[in-house]
T-cell receptor, first 116, second 115 residues
Framework: AQTVTQSQPEMSVQEAETVTLSCTYDTSESDYYLFWYKQPPSRQMILVIRQEAYKQQNATENRFSVNFQKAAKSFSLKISDSQLGDAAMYFCAYRSPLSGTYKYIFGTGTRLKVLA | NAGVTQTPKFQVLKTGQSMTLQCAQDMNHEYMSWYRQDPGMGLRLIHYSVGAGITDQGEVPNGYNVSRSTTEDFPLRLLSAAPSQTSVYFC??????????????FGEGSRLTVL
């Protein structure tokens, strides 16, 4: 069974600095989707970035980028120029693309604090 | 743009009571699911559905029931509430056809307390 591990329960970053959140996963599949979701204090889950495993190029969305290392099964999220609004819980998630298999596996989350 | 709508947002129950969490989506998504979120445990899948009339169990299905009579609605029923079911519940949906990327769209969550 697939698993997703986020080994950092909590991280802190100074405003305007860069921070990297770690995520590792375990799977025997060769193709799959990976996601980072943000959960601010409002509780609403928001998609930050997604990566398809067959794409070698790392996904980027404005100040958010990933370092996808398929062989190492690692999917870290880098937040550049951190802002106070980035403070939130961040969840890494895995999904198999196989037809009929739509289970999403989430990590336990990393709470990011942004210091002014 | 309603997206995924969950009700109620807050609920307090006594042990043994039953209740239904409602979830509706207006995006014509085939996939719908329920998660519970507990501190330090992330989101755990309770039940999911890939279309009307089709449901399946997730990681923590015990004590919960679901049905999917329409594409839009996916209610979650607590049959006999227990304190262990105190949690925040999320409904989420996704498109599965047409080369969709599989992004999950979430409701705002429902905080349930069982006394």
């Amino acid at each position: 069974a697939q698993t997703v591990t986020q080994s950092q329960p909590e991280m802190s970053v100074q405003e305007a600095e860069t921070v990297t959140l770690s995520c590792t996963y375990d799977t025997s599949e060769s193709d799959y989707y990976l996601f980072w979701y943000k959960q601010p204090p409002s509780r609403q889950m928001i998609l930050v970035i997604r990566q398809e495993a067959y794409k070698q190029q790392n996904a980027t969305e404005n100040r958010f980028s990933v370092n996808f290392q398929k062989a190492a099964k690692s999917f870290s999220l880098k937040i550049s120029d951190s802002q106070l609004g980035d403070a939130a819980m961040y969840f890494c998630a895995y999904r198999s693309p196989l037809s009929g298999t739509y289970k999403y596996i989430f990590g336990t989350g990393t709470r990011l604090k942004v210091l002014a | 743009n309603a997206g995924v709508t969950q009700t109620p947002k807050f609920q307090v129950l006594k042990t043994g009571q039953s209740m239904t969490l409602q979830c509706a989506q207006d995006m014509n998504h085939e996939y719908m699911s329920w998660y519970r979120q507990d501190p330090g445990m992330g989101l755990r899948l309770i039940h999911y559905s890939v279309g009307a009339g089709i449901t399946d169990q997730g990681e923590v299905p015990n004590g919960y029931n679901v049905s999917r009579s329409t594409t839009e609605d996916f209610p979650l029923r607590l049959l006999s509430a227990a304190p262990s079911q105190t949690s925040v519940y999320f409904c989420a949906s996704s498109k599965t056809s047409g080369g969709a990327s599989g992004e999950l769209f979430f409701g705002e969550g429902s905080r349930l307390t069982v006394l």
